[in-house]
């Protein structure tokens, strides 16, 4: 389809989509009618009930470890292939380990920064690659990845976790230009805190109320929040937004 046509469903892949995040980016897109292509790692279950729960039809699942190159470069085609073609590619898988410099070994110091920036940077680096000829083939489209705050506040305790971040982000920056003058968009969300599984020890721990009085609102974000905004960086009203980085954080940190 035409990427500024939005009478069509559009086929979308949403990495990290069995559980968190991902799966209400995945809903948010089924939803107003697009087919989604539900990635997992090793969430098989999860990711198998979140695809029966979704709504419409035409939604597939396809699996990869996107800390093996080839693996990530499969997963795109193997979308591609199953939905049809390939009109929105949403970066969202990642992890979060902490290794806070003082109190990690060097052995696991290694590990966490090799693992991070696999996962978050490289994977999403090597997803976006293969993407793009089916989103040229598509005649354009959108890839949106999903960054964090702490690419720009820090993460004192995980300071692979917020490179990672920083590093998609000049990708991301890097990527919309290449990639504009072919009607596609590369764009940023970077929540703060958010309800999820990989948050639950932070804010389900002794720090967690100072975490939620971070934001003036005094909680912090739903995934359908962060989702929200998934889909309008994905929606064509979006397109000359490209290059952008939209905050999610309830005002817990304000940029200039
Ligand atoms: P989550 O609940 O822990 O889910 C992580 C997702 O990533 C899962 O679907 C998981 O798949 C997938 N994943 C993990 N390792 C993978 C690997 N090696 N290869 C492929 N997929 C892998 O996390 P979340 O909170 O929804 O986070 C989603 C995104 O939002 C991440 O990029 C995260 O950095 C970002 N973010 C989160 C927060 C937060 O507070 N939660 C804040 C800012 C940014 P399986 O379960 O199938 O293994």
Redesign the pocket.
Known sequence: MRPDDTSTSRAVLV?????????AIATGFAAQGDRVAV??????E??EQALAELPGEGHVLVQ????DAEAAGHLVDDAARLLGGLDVLVN?????TAHPPLQTSWTDWQQAWSRTLA??LV?AAHATFRAVPHLVAAGGGAVVN?????AFRGEPDNPA?GAS?AGMNAFAQSMAIALAPHGISVTCV??????????REVLDGPGGDAVRAQSPYGR?AR?EE?ASAVLWLASPGARFSTGTFVDVNGASYLRS
Do not use: C
């Open positions: 990495t990290g989509a069995s559980r968190g995040i991902g799966r990635h997992w790692s090793t969430s098989r999860r990711a990869a470890d996107l800390a969202n898988a990642g992890v979060f996962v978050n994977g999903v960054s964090s705050r702490g976790y971040k970077a929540p703060g805190f958010v309800q999820t599984e990989m948050a912090v995934p962060v």
